[in-house]
């Protein structure tokens, strides 16, 4: 029963190809031709659900300080996320990848989000490449700008900004949609 139960697993999880996962070798060839490479420039343009609620949340606390909820702010509150990534707001339509890593209250004077995040993209073109955010998102703010320091498939040694701003957000269930538009630099 277990081995049937792997197989239906193993044949429901698609896997995302990338370079890297051609090993070592290919990697390096990769970038012994990176002196001749032309650096690009590409802009994407998304949608970002951040359920809280519900009975398949995509974001969850983990961790907290004990004095988080007495904090105006949350300041102490972890968590982690799993979220879609959609070509329009509306929930369900196209996934093109998916929001994974973690988020932290940092401010005891407002809100805002230590966001340590990749994007996966797992449709399209970039299927399979990624995208690394790290940044401050204060994100009770129109526009929010944070910074892209990496990626992996064909956004290596990528670097450049993503723009936040929310679409949607539901007071009563904390639901946000948050429209993202990214350029990037890579080779």
Sequence with gaps: ?????????SLLVTPIQSEAQ??????????????????????????FHDIVSGKKPTAVPVARANS????????????????????????KSQIVG???????????TDFSLLMTLNLVFTSGEYN????????????????REMPIVGG??????????????????????GNAVVEYNVMVLHY
Excluded: C
């Design 1 to 9: 029963m277990l081995s049937s139960s792997l197989l239906i697993i």
């Design 98 to 108: 998916r929001a994974r890593g973690m988020t932290a209250y940092t401010s005891f």
């Design 152 to 173: 992996s498939g064909l956004f290596r040694l990528a670097r450049g900004v993503a723009t936040a701003q929310t679409a949607k957000f539901n007071r009563r269930t």
């Design 68 to 91: 988080t909820f007495a904090s105006p702010t949350y300041f102490g509150l972890v968590s982690v996320i799993d979220n879609p990534l959609t070509a329009a707001p509306a929930p």
């Design 128 to 143: 399979g490449s990624t995208l690394s955010v790290v940044g401050y998102n204060p994100f009770t703010q129109e526009y």
């Design 22 to 47: 051609k090993g070592p070798i290919a990697v390096e060839n990769w970038f012994s031709k990176l002196p001749n490479a032309k650096e690009k420039l590409t802009k994407l343009h998304f949608y």
